[in-house]
C-alpha cells in the first residue's frame, strides 16, 4: 500500500507542483488548500504523514500542529515555511512540527525529510559506539525493547514518554527520537554526521543549523536549576549524553 500524504498549500502552484511530484515517488496525496482543510481530512482519515504551509489564511499550518498535537495526534509533521530566522524555527517546534524545509526548496530535499520522517515512525535503534569515541559515561546505560535508562533519565519506547528525575518531558517526535539516540549511547560522542543520519536519514552538511536548534530546545526541556546538565558539546565533533 502506497504512503499517504496529507497536503496543505495555499499557492496552487506550489501546492499541484509538490502534489503531482510527491504522486509520481509513489505516495498517495491528498492537497488541500488551508488549515480548516487540512484538520477537516485529518479528522476524517489519518494520513501517514502531513505537510504543512506555516503561512496559510484562517487557520495556519502552526495552528493545524497545535490542535493536532493537543488532540494527541502524533502523526509526523513536515513544515514547509519561508522563514528562516532561528526563532521562526522554534515557532514551528513549539507548535509540534518534526522537521522543516525553507522556501525555495528543492523536490529532492522533501522527498529525503518524508523518508527520514516515516522511517522514525517505528522506534530508532541503534548501536553504542558506531560514529562516535567514549567518553567518560559513568553508569551504563539500562536498555531494554521497552526502556531506556541513562544519567538520570526513564524512556518508555512504547508509550514514547520520557522523564527526568521523576518530572515528564513533554517531547515532540524528533526530541524523543534524538534523546533516544543520545541516551542509548550515554557516555559516548556521537559526531554530527552519525546523528543527521540515525535521526534525519540525510546529513545535510556543515552548514545546516538543523541539529543545533533541536538539541538547543531539547536542553531546555531537560536542564533543571541545581542539576547537572546532561546534553554537553563536544566542539568541532558532536554531543554526549552524561551526567557530570
Not at 502534489?19 to 515517488?25: F, Q, V, Y
Not at 502552526?62 to 519561508?82: F, S
Not at 535503534?125 to 553508569?139: E, K, L, M
Request: aromatic residues 6%; charged residues 30%; hydrophobic residues 40%.
Amino acid at each position: 500500500m502506497p504512503q499517504t500524504v496529507l497536503l496543505a498549500e495555499d499557492d496552487r502552484a506550489i501546492r499541484h507542483a509538490l502534489e503531482r511530484a510527491l504522486s509520481l515517488e509513489g505516495y498517495e496525496v491528498t492537497a488541500v488548500a488551508d488549515g480548516v482543510e487540512a484538520l477537516a481530512h485529518a479528522h476524517r482519515v489519518r494520513p501517514d504523514v502531513l505537510v504543512l504551509d506555516v503561512m496559510m489564511p484562517g487557520i495556519d499550518g502552526l495552528q493545524v500542529c497545535r490542535v493536532l498535537r493537543a488532540e494527541g495526534d502524533r502523526t509526523p509533521i513536515l513544515m514547509l515555511t519561508a522563514l528562516v530566522e532561528t526563532a521562526d524555527r522554534i515557532a514551528g517546534l513549539d507548535a509540534g512540527a518534526d522537521d522543516y524545509v525553507v522556501k525555495p526548496f528543492d523536490v529532492e530535499e522533501v522527498f529525503a525529510r518524508l523518508r527520514a520522517l516515516l522511517r522514525r515512525t517505528s522506534p530508532v535503534t541503534t548501536g553504542g559506539g558506531q560514529g562516535g569515541a567514549v567518553a567518560d559515561s559513568g553508569r551504563e546505560p539500562q536498555i531494554s525493547d521497552r526502556q531506556v535508562e541513562a544519567a538520570g533519565l526513564r524512556m518508555d519506547l512504547q508509550a514514547r514518554r520520557a522523564w527526568r528525575s521523576g518530572r515528564e518531558l513533554e517531547l515532540t517526535r524528533t526530541e524523543f527520537e534524538l534523546l533516544e539516540l543520545l541516551a542509548r549511547n550515554a557516555g559516548i560522542v556521537l559526531d554530527h554526521s552519525t546523528i543527521y543520519d540515525r535521526i534525519w536519514g540525510y546529513d545535510f552538511g556543515p552548514g545546516s543549523k538543523n541539529l543545533a536548534v533541536y538539541v538547543g530546545y531539547l536542553r531546555r526541556k531537560l536542564d533543571e536549576p541545581g542539576a547537572p546538565q546532561l546534553i554537553h558539546t563536544v566542539r568541532g565533533v558532536g554531543y554526549v549524553l552524561r551526567e557530570d
